[in-house]
């Protein structure tokens, strides 16, 4: 895609790649027992649908719809649920899988509530983590890449629900083309 707004950030082989190496890591750290993958959509769905084909091993795949209040590039704060899970998750051990870490407010807000269902475990794999825009601490167990305060598109992430089919992680030029 020839876009003069967009700046390749991290190519298509690397994020293959690393999400490769994630998969494998997830199938030695969870040899036993129910592993649901609790992918949050929209975002997350890309790197999901990568990650459940690299582990080598039986996973249930679920879904959970997370509205944050807001078009712009900045999470507003307040999270909603706007599609909950159809599988139980008493006594799984649970991954949830999502795109990026940013303040970390969506995350510590779902965490609390996938602790209330009970689940044997609970990790979390973000693709990408931008640690210096944390405003709650969360812990991520498996971060594909560490990025720079820098907003992305692409590979599942949307600026107003656009990019989101970017085969490649982007930084969208703030300045627009140039003349
Ligand atoms: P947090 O609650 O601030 O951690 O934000 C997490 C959510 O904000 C992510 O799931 C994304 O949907 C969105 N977000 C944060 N940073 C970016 C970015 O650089 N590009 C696109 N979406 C982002
Ligand atoms: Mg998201």
Redesign the pocket.
Same mark, same amino acid.
């Given at each position: 895609m020839t876009d003069p707004t967009l700046r390749v950030l991290i190519s298509p082989e690397r994020l293959q790649a690393r999400i490769r190496e994630m998969g494998t890591q997830i199938t030695a750290d969870y040899p036993n027992g129910n592993l649901h993958l609790i992918c /949050?959509l929209k975002?997350?769905c890309f790197f999901l649908t990568d990650l459940a084909r690299a582990i080598t091993r039986d996973v249930f795949v679920d879904f959970m719809g997370i509205s #944050?209040y807001g078009k712009g590039? #900045?999470?507003s704060g307040e999270v909603k649920v706007t599609k909950d899970l159809d599988i139980s998750l008493e006594g799984a051990d649970v991954l949830l899988v999502? +795109? =990026? &870490? +940013?303040?970390? =407010? #969506?995350?510590s807000y779902l965490v609390k509530l996938i602790e209330q269902r009970k689940p044997k475990s609970l990790r979390i794999a973000a693709l990408l983590d931008?640690p210096e825009?944390r $405003?709650r601490p969360v812990e991520v167990s498996y971060v594909g890449f560490q990025i720079p305060d820098?907003? &992305? /598109?692409g590979y599942g $992430? +949307?600026?107003a629900e656009k990019y989101r089919n970017l085969d490649a992680i982007c930084v969208l030029d703030e300045t627009g083309p140039q003349p």
């Open positions: /949050v975002g997350a #944050t590039k #900045t999470s999502e +795109d =990026i &870490v +940013d303040s970390g =407010i #969506t995350l931008k825009r $405003l820098r907003f &992305v /598109v $992430l +949307d600026y």
